[in-house]
T-cell receptor, first 114, second 113 residues
Framework: DTGVSQDPRHKITKRGQNVTFRCDPI?????LYWYRQTLGQGPEFLTY????????KSRLLSDRFSAERPKGSFSTLEIQRTEQGDSAMYLC????????????FGPGTRLTVT | AQSVAQPEDQVNVAEGNPLTVKCTYS??????LFWYVQYPNRGLQFLLK??????LVKGSYGFEAEFNKSQTSFHLKKPSALVSDSALYFC???????????FGKGTKLSVIP
């Protein structure tokens, strides 16, 4: 059973550097989501794709953040000019076509900005 | 705006006793409600959902949840707790037609042998 995979699992970067994360959803899942989770909090929604179209974006997604899903399969999340406040776990989830609504999460990428 | 409240940061229960993890929500229109569990160093796992229909929803690992529209609650329950149920539990909500989940802060469940 191949679940949602994320790469890398951990990333340490210096403030001001750019980072990019990759998410591979479950095969045939047409919806893909990005969330951010900080210590002691629940995940916070960042953005959502249906196939290759980005349909929803949170106000949390500042101009330094950009997400793509060019062929409707894997997705990337890029953070430019990282800040210490960007340190968090970045979670990716996917869900199948139809009205099931449940989302299946990957293991996350832990970002530490020093 | 939609929101979720999990009023207890931690719940302690003895093994074999029933457990309840509380969740209340606020959303426009009909709610779609979810419970997820997070084990240490592992991703969020889907437990159960309420979309429509019977107010008592059954999910994975013997968990169930009761939807109460008048109290805007969706409490997670299990008749007999196991030590292996110890984990962090998150309640989430979205409104009909939206796929943006809003999560609570989580409740840490500790089952004491």
């Amino acid at each position: 059973d191949t679940g949602v995979s994320q790469d890398p699992r951990h990333k340490i970067t210096k403030r001001g550097q750019n980072v990019t994360f990759r998410c591979d959803p479950i095969s045939e899942h047409n919806r893909l989501y990005w969330y951010r989770q900080t210590l002691g909090q629940g995940p916070e929604f960042l953005t959502y794709f249906q196939n290759e179209a980005q349909l929803e974006k949170s106000r949390l997604l500042s101009d330094r953040f950009s997400a793509e899903r060019p062929k409707g399969s894997f997705s990337t999340l890029e953070i430019q000019r990282t800040e210490q406040g960007d340190s968090a776990m970045y979670l990716c989830a996917s869900s199948p076509p139809g009205q099931s609504y449940e989302q299946y999460f990957g293991p996350g990428t832990r970002l530490t900005v020093t | 705006a939609q929101s979720v409240a999990q009023p207890e940061d931690q719940v302690n229960v003895a093994e074999g006793n029933p457990l309840t993890v509380k969740c209340t929500y606020s959303v426009s229109g009909n709610p779609y409600l979810f419970w997820y569990v997070q084990y240490p160093n592992r991703g969020l796992q889907f437990l159960l959902k309420y979309i429509t229909g019977d107010n008592l929803v059954k999910g994975s690992y013997g968990f169930e949840a009761e939807f109460n529209k008048s109290q805007t609650s969706f409490h997670l329950k299990k008749p007999s707790a196991l030590v292996s149920d110890s984990a962090l539990y998150f309640c989430a909500v979205t409104g009909a037609g939206s796929y943006q989940l809003t999560f609570g802060k989580g409740t840490k469940l500790s089952v004491i042998p």
